[in-house]
């Protein structure tokens, strides 16, 4: 029961959110191609500096950070921390803390990352530039592919929802992966010495069990900028540090609750009358109130904590932010051609074809050979439906594009069309889920 609470208020968080993504992004294409436009393209390439004496955090080898900069490394840094907290928890408790539970979100994740891979391959012009962006299509949107199934409320089966859930998680580790491998720059050994002595106090941290929340986002903060400056990409700083976090209480969970029952019991009933009621407290009943506080704060896990205390920030501000900071895309400068051929075309094929084809195809060889089942309540015509909105990969697609093509001198055309593609592929790929979600589940919860 109280799994099904967390799944279904994960959910909730998501579905929300994801309103306020979809607004930042069509208030972000309106004014890139207003009249405002070159005010909003140059406002993002104001300096930022976080300065105590001559040390700048906000500095990368030396010159001081754009705001964009400290947007797509800094705030998505805290984006990839949640990401990392949430997936840390999936594999102890949730969706992937089994073999059993894990096999096919896992498998369908597997397909998902390595078809829309190999179709941008093969469908991408042979150019050396164009190719930095194969990993585009990789994945999903957590948010958005949540938010377009929310649409049919009880008419999805939960094991769908569990399902795409899953699947988008083990996305995000598959694509944290790729980030770390492949989108380092030169490599500085002394800051990487550096971020492996922090990396180190983090797991002794975890280990001896510190729960302070200060411990982490002091030396997380360390990490971070020893990692922006070492050449690998600095929000893995974000997954180590989720991945250091205790997941676990200290003493266990029996002491604390028994202290609560005991401390409660002692009050007696208390009689409100009218409409304003004073309570005048003894000063040991101050006392008691402030162990029960104590006891319920020691109940929350350090992860579970972090989560919670992320989920407003990361929804409601750094995600919509890192849209409507990234996604004003100049349509004056596209053109047809731009989604007929090209990075465009690619990306909009690895997204919808690539991922559905993907994760369709591996969990359905998964289910025939045995290994897996079918989701609960879910037939074929339903489970290939979801298997559609898998290609819905608006945000961590627009944060590759911008890996593989912001550096080149040559990025301004690639990336505007790539980002035109991931729109185009994600719009595409959620009103096809949501025609065949809509003629294949049930008309009736």
């Known amino acids: 029961m109280t799994h099904n609470y967390s799944f279904k208020s994960m959910v909730k968080k998501y579905v929300n959110s994801s309103a306020v993504l979809i607004v930042c992004t069509i208030f972000a294409l309106i004014l890139a191609n207003s009249p405002l436009k070159e005010e909003f393209s140059g406002f993002w390439n104001n300096e930022v500096s976080l300065s105590i004496g001559e040390f700048n955090l906000f500095s990368h080898n030396g010159h001081p950070m754009t705001l964009i900069q400290v947007i797509n490394d800094f ?17 102890l408790v949730g969706e992937l803390s089994s073999a059993k539970k894990a096999m096919l979100p896992i498998i369908g994740a597997c397909g998902g990352m390595l078809i829309p891979v190999l179709f941008f391959w093969l469908t991408c012009p042979n150019d050396a530039d164009m190719l930095r962006g194969v990993a585009i299509p990789m994945a999903t949107d957590i948010a958005f592919s949540l938010g377009v199934l929310s649409i049919f409320d009880k008419r999805v089966p939960i094991g ?43 797991v002794f941290g975890n280990n001896r069990k510190i729960m302070s929340k200060n411990f982490y986002l002091v030396t997380g903060l360390v990490l971070w900028y020893l990692m922006l400056n070492s050449g690998i990409h600095s ?28 401390n409660i019991n002692t009050f007696d009933e208390v009689h409100v009358v009218g409409k304003h009621h004073t309570a005048i407290l003894t000063h ?67 997204l919808v074809a690539g991922k559905f084809i993907g994760v369709f195809t591996f969990s359905w060889i998964a289910i025939k050979l045995g290994f897996v089942q ?36 040559s990025s301004t055309t690639l990336l505007a069309e790539a980002k035109l593609g991931i729109l185009c592929g ?18 009736k919860a």
């Not at 994600?426 to 008309?443: D, M």
Request: charged share 15%.
């Open 426 to 443: 994600s719009l595409i790929s959620a009103i096809a889920g949501c025609l065949l979600l809509n003629k294949f589940l049930p008309k």
């Open 160 to 202: 769908l929802k569990i399902f795409l859930a899953a699947l988008a998680v083990a996305d995000d580790l598959g694509g944290i992966i790729v980030i770390a491998l492949f989108y380092s720059s030169t490599i500085d050994f002394n800051y990487l010495m550096l971020a492996g002595a922090c990396i180190a106090i983090l």
């Open 75 to 91: 705030l998505m840094a805290i984006f990839f921390l949640s990401v990392g907290l949430e997936i840390k928890r999936e594999i």
């Open 284 to 350: 040991e009943e101050i006392h008691k109130l402030k162990s029960i506080e104590s006891a319920a704060d020691k109940l929350i896990s350090p992860l579970q904590e972090f989560e919670d205390s992320l989920h407003n920030i990361i929804g409601y501000f750094i995600i919509p932010l890192f849209a409507f900071a990234n996604v004003g895309i100049d349509l004056s400068a596209m053109s047809i051609g731009s989604l007929v051929s090209g990075i465009g075309l690619s990306v909009i094929i690895g």
């Open 235 to 262: 929000t893995i700083a974000g997954v180590i540090v989720a991945f250091c976090v205790p997941g676990s209480l200290r003493k266990g969970a029996t002491r604390y609750i028994e202290r609560i029952k005991e």
């Open 374 to 409: 079918l989701p609960q309540g879910a037939d074929w015509k339903s489970f290939a439906s979801v298997c559609m909105l898998c290609g819905i990969g608006l945000t961590v697609s627009i944060f590759i594009a911008d890996l593989s093509y912001a550096a080149l001198g």
